[in-house]
């Protein structure tokens, strides 16, 4: 089968593209496309600032640095996400604490963060799985009653809304990525989304080794690294931006098409959607086949593969990686968390995840592709 490329470009990538070549400055200090990205991106999510930076992992380090993580302080995660959610937290000696998802949306439960708790808790990082924003409502209930900050983990949800307020408009800071897969791309890079100016300023100085935007004088007001994202990777980034939407309003209806359709074949699961979640950019189409063990669901996506449909694996469990454990981690075994994370572990077995690509193919392809998943299932 055969379905739409990723990423997609024309002219204006190309014009853009020049434009930064031409201005004959790179990188942000001395050119206009970053900034220029950082309004725009600000602007269409509903945030007042958007800092501009090298990738989702460092814009996720960058937002706990400024909400005042310090080493030993605990981040609430969910267990089932793409590992940078918790590296970027260890980076600077925070501990990532593994929290247990919904069975269906695959977001972090906001019971099971309750329970998690502790006084050295300092941010809870819901991950809008797939483009499904988290339960923000008892998420920002849940922080506000225990004296903590959200960082959203917003590197799946590009467009989202959450009862018709857009990423930047839910009161909390948010990163996103824009590596080569993510539903905006210039091949790496991220961005933070920020309300609060000094909070902005803030990320701005840690961005650029302390120095202030005019800093002629290295004057290094705070510490810091070099997180600035390069003019090229702005200007492809605008002409993308001005792709979003668009493509959002095809993968939504080719989604309300297909699953229904998984939804049908006997056995399958396709992940839910919260209505208060009334715009999901799909960032993967995913479903769960709990029948399955692991190895079956392995060779399903191979399968898969082999027809064409470009799917994959979900995420491992992140305290099933050797990574999440070469880094500040909670005094707990494999085994404690497991339990204590029993739906998260169970979807990183058995579930689907098939590119966003397939959701910009014509509707009928929807047909097509669940017809495989139903004709692959039963004959495993
Ligand atoms: C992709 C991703 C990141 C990291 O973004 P990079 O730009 O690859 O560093 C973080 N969290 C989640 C959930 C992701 O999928």
Redo the contacts with the bound molecule.
């Keep these: 089968m055969q379905f739409p490329a990723w990423p997609q470009f024309d002219d204006a990538e190309r014009v853009g593209l020049s434009r930064a070549l031409e201005q004959g400055q790179w990188w942000r200090i001395g050119g206009d496309e970053v900034k220029s990205f950082e309004r725009e991106f600000a602007r269409h999510h509903g945030a007042n600032y958007a800092l501009a930076v090298t990738?989702?992992?460092?814009?996720?380090q960058l937002g706990a640095d400024v909400l005042g993580l310090q080493p030993g302080d605990e981040v609430l995660v969910p267990a089932f996400?793409?590992l940078?959610?918790a590296v970027?937290v260890q980076a600077i000696g925070g501990v990532p604490v593994p929290v247990d998802v919904d069975p269906d949306t695959y977001c972090i439960r906001p019971e099971a963060a309750a329970e998690a708790l502790t006084s050295r808790t300092r941010l809870v990082m819901p991950?809008h799985?797939a483009g499904q924003i988290a339960d923000m409502e008892a998420l920002d209930k849940l922080a506000a009653d225990a004296g903590v900050l959200i960082l959203q983990?917003a590197?799946?949800a590009h467009g989202a809304r959450w009862r018709g307020k857009r990423v930047g408009e839910l009161g909390s800071v948010a990163?996103f990525?824009?590596?080569n897969?993510?539903l905006m791309t210039a091949g790496?890079?991220?961005a933070l989304l920020f309300d609060d100016e000094d909070h902005y300023q803030r990320a701005f100085l840690r961005h650029s080794v302390g120095r202030p935007a005019d800093d002629r004088y290295y004057l290094h007001r705070t510490t810091g690294s070099n997180l600035r994202l390069g003019e090229f990777a702005a200007a492809v980034l605008r002409a993308q931006l001005g792709r979003l939407e668009n493509q959002v309003t095809i993968r939504e209806s080719r989604w309300s098409v297909l699953r229904p359709l998984l939804a049908a074949i006997p056995g399958v699961r396709p992940q839910a959607s919260d209505d208060r979640c009334d715009r999901n950019p799909h960032?993967m189409a995913m479903f769960r086949v709990p029948g399955l063990t692991e190895q079956k669901r392995n060779l399903l996506v191979d399968r898969l593969v082999a027809l064409g449909i470009p799917a994959f694996v979900a995420f491992r469990a992140i305290y099933r990686t050797d990574g999440f454990w070469d880094a500040p981690a909670p005094a707990l075994s494999v085994d404690e968390l497991a339990e204590r994370c029993p739906n998260a572990d169970a979807i990183s077995g058995d579930c689907v995840w098939l590119h966003h690509r397939v959701l910009l193919a014509d509707e009928e392809q929807m047909h097509g592709v669940a017809a495989a998943v139903a004709r692959e299932i039963a004959a495993l």
Excluded: R
């Design positions: 990738s989702g992992t460092h814009a996720l996400t793409f940078s959610s970027a991950v799985m983990d590197a799946h990163a990525s824009f590596q897969g993510k790496e890079g991220g960032y």
